[in-house]
């Protein structure tokens, strides 16, 4: 992820705040001052919340590192997190390509939603077309995440002995297959590149090690998000550097 303005050290902090002004003269405020903002998930891209943003919520956020907003029922700035202490950090800030609406790109301390609920998106439209019941952990989940929640599912369909059969739960329930087909799934990964097979057995062949590593994860109990925070770490630090670092640490 490009670090953008907060990768900024203080010696250069004043001629980027000089030029705040500039961009916020920029944005195109709608006829009350404002503009959508948008504040999505760092690592996991998931969309947390929708808000409003007025020049000082924006200026106060790029400033604070904190996501702020301007809120049109109080008239007043407020920034997620004040009560709650469930801050959103702020790694980035995106306007789009017509300068109307804007993304606070962040970390979260914690829930989002009011309701507890990790984002504010947990509301199906298909749902409520079927009238089903709104879960708040039904989020709108990606390829990535959908996974995830799956094998979680299978897991805790072995805890209640129901369910149907299936090899997530067979891979649960037997450490050594596991990390056998993670190493064989590797070394197939491999040869896609040592035989010159094509792109499409290459993506086949990564399919199944993501697979196998997040059964491998569910049962460490560790997150895809853990993983994804680590990799952003070391965004900006020489991968060369990071494995000395380790190496000097382990010994």
Not at 35 to 46: E, H, L, Y
Not at 94 to 106: E, H, N, P, Q
Not at 188 to 206: F, N, V, Y
């Amino acid at each position: 992820m490009n670090p953008g303005f907060f990768a900024t050290t203080h010696v250069y902090l004043m001629p980027i705040l000089l030029l705040v002004d500039t961009l916020l003269d920029s944005i195109k405020w709608d006829d009350k001052g404002l503009a959508v903002a948008i504040a999505q998930n760092v690592d996991t891209g998931a969309i947390l919340m929708q808000g409003f943003v007025n020049r000082d919520a924006l200026a106060t956020t790029i400033t604070s590192r904190k996501a702020t907003f301007f809120s049109r029922s109080r008239a007043t700035l407020w920034t997620k997190g004040e009560t709650s202490n469930n801050f959103i950090n702020i790694y980035d800030i995106f306007v789009d390509c017509d300068r109307d609406s804007i993304i606070y790109l962040g970390k979260p301390d914690g829930p989002t939603c009011h309701t507890g609920s990790e984002t504010c998106y947990f509301t199906s439209i298909g749902d409520l077309l079927k009238e089903q019941d709104v879960e708040k952990t039904n989020l709108a989940l990606t390829t990535l995440y959908s996974l995830e929640s799956t094998i979680s599912k299978r897991e805790l369909e072995l805890t209640g002995k129901h369910g149907k059969p299936s090899w997530t739960k067979r891979l649960l329930l037997d450490e050594n297959l596991l990390c056998s087909k993670i190493r064989e799934e590797a070394d197939e990964l491999c040869r896609t590149l040592e035989e010159k097979e094509d792109s499409s057995c290459t993506a086949s062949e990564m399919a199944d090690v993501i697979y196998h590593a997040m059964v491998l994860l569910r049962l460490k109990d560790v997150k895809i998000e853990n993983v994804l925070e680590v990799l952003r770490r070391r965004f900006s630090q020489s991968g060369i550097e990071e494995k000395q670092s380790r190496a000097s640490t382990e010994s």
